[in-house]
Structure formats: structure tokens, C-alpha cells
Nanobody, 125 residues
């Protein structure tokens, strides 16, 4: 499967942004899709994931109810709605996919086989 992330840009603190991850290829419904992010000078970290099939969602602790992940299997799309953005949310956001990923590994990047190119979100104070 191939992934393409989009929707990044400049947003003021307290604002919102919706990221999109477009997938191509077969069997999209069988993939857990996640968002990771990497801020300048920091390691990449888990943001959110939506499981294959039933669509169970997971979030990193720092999200604290501000972000919502969703998927549209018919369109092969995953969205990340981000609200109440803060300067510390500034990062390159990547979408990633893994087929039939076990629930224990949804937040572990090495288990994701496919990655999009990343989209930069900059939050100004």
C-alpha cells in the first residue's frame, strides 16, 4: 500500500487543522493506520491510530482529547482532526500503515511497514 499525507500548514495557537492520509493499493480495510510526528531535534512519537476492521482508535497521552482520528474505507482515507493546537504540536506528521497489526503494537513505529512522506504542521504562538 502507498500512503500520501497532506493538510499541513501554518496555524495559530488555539487553532485547528485536519490532516489527511490517502492510501492506494488493495486491502486497505485490513490495515491499522497511524499518525506519528517528529518535532525538530526530537525523536518520532506516536500520535494516534485507527485499527483495521472495527476501527478502534488510540491516542498518545499528550493528545488529551484534542485530536480525533477517523477513517473512510470506501475512500481509502484516514483523517486526523487536530484542535486546540499549541506551538509544541509543531512537527512533521507522518501516516503509516500495518496489516493486521496486533493491539499491543499500535504505538510502535517499527511495526509499521508503509509510510507516507510527511506533512509539516507549524503552530505559531
Amino acid at each position: 500500500v502507498q500512503l500520501q499525507a497532506s493538510g499541513g500548514g501554518l496555524v495559530q495557537a488555539g487553532g485547528s487543522r485536519r490532516l489527511s492520509c490517502s492510501a492506494s493499493g488493495r486491502g486497505f480495510i485490513n490495515y491499522t493506520v497511524a499518525w506519528f510526528r517528529q518535532a525538530p531535534g526530537k525523536a518520532r512519537e506516536f500520535v494516534s491510530a485507527v485499527k483495521y476492521g472495527v476501527g478502534t482508535t488510540y491516542y498518545g497521552d499528550f493528545v488529551k482529547g484534542r485530536f480525533t482520528i477517523s477513517r473512510d474505507n470506501d475512500k481509502k482515507m484516514v483523517y486526523l482532526q487536530m484542535n486546540s493546537l499549541q506551538p509544541e504540536d509543531t512537527a512533521v506528521y507522518y501516516c503509516a500503515a500495518a496489516s493486521f497489526l496486533h493491539d499491543d503494537y499500535y504505538n510502535t513505529e517499527r511495526y509499521y511497514d508503509y509510510w507516507g512522506q510527511g506533512t509539516l504542521v507549524t503552530v505559531s504562538s
